[in-house]
């Protein structure tokens, strides 16, 4: 992000009422590389792809903020490697982490990997530090430290189903999972903002919680997601959660998250209503079944459905109700941008 979009950022997440109804778009390699015209495997593995695509889509889009902007990641095998995982990298498809636990109990032999030198993390950091000066040279600097939630990280490697029966079955395991998971992702927060002192946002991303009930929430996501957003002392603190998240949206502010994106399938003032009115609101139009495939048409229908029943534009961002979706064409990013424009008076 530029610095004048980051101190617009700010002024949206303190309360204050933008100009105009900003629209902001979390954008990563499912969207990113084959929009630019590359394959997903050369975005991974080449710096100057890496910088190509995001510059383009910088340049293209100007009135866009892309969060958390030049995402150096490798889909959800990032941390997953960290640990051990063996990871799959198709040419043009996403890559996957396989699992490394046969069960519970096997959490116990697991050690916190050092975020310096294990797994694809240095990796990150490398390709950030490889395009750092061109980055900064075209006004943008990297203002996010970016991390998968724990729950998310433990379903891959235990297995999803198999995470989520360990919850039932095998509780003090599963605590000592994310023990030391959460102490990792702190570690990697906590070096992120080291080797970048720009950055004063911390993104984390799990789609895990959407799939627990309010007392699990409470037992095995809340703690652990409050130490990792303690991590850093920054302004800016968002959530993505795109699966199931009226449960998540009540606990937003005694986390301490302030920026929210969930799913389309949630009304906004229903998010707003749980979240209250200290939560900043990234969201939520269908990202596949309008953002990707609908018309101009359709994109200003959702948006204007969106916002009706909203009586003030503070601490909302228009976007897409998730990550932005593969084969979102450029027309309909500008029918998104057209559709902001045209409230910039709502109330």
Known sequence: MTDAQWQELLRVVGGEMPERLPVGLIVDSPWLPNWA?????????????FLAANLAAEKRFPAVWFLPGFWSEYGMCTEPSAFGALCRFPEDELPFAERILAEPADARRLKKPDCRRDG??????KRLVHCADRMEGEG????????RGPLNIASFLLGHTEFLLAIRTDPEEVHLLLRIITDFLVDWLVYQKKCFPSIEGVLALDDLVGFIKDADFQEFAVPYLREIYAALDAPVKAFHNDAFGLITARHLASIGINLFNFSFE????RIRE???????????IPPRDVLAEGSAEDIGRSVA???A???????LILSCGGGTPPGVPTENIDALCRAAEERVSMP
């Not at 949630?266 to 003032?269: A, D, G, I, L, R």
């Not at 749980?274 to 939520?284: D, H, P, Q, R």
């Not at 029943?309 to 601490?315: A, E, I």
């Open 305 to 307: 459905a969106m916002l």
């Open 140 to 147: 943008h600097a990297v203002r996010f430290a970016v991390a």
């Open 37 to 49: 015209g590359y394959s997903i495997l050369d975005y991974y593995t080449s710096d100057e792809v």
């Open 274 to 284: 749980l979240a209250g009115e200290t939560v900043t609101l990234l969201g939520n």
């Open 266 to 269: 949630h009304p906004v003032e």
């Open 309 to 315: 029943p909203l009586g003030d534009g503070r601490r």
């Open 120 to 125: 694809l993390a240095p990796f990150m950091i």
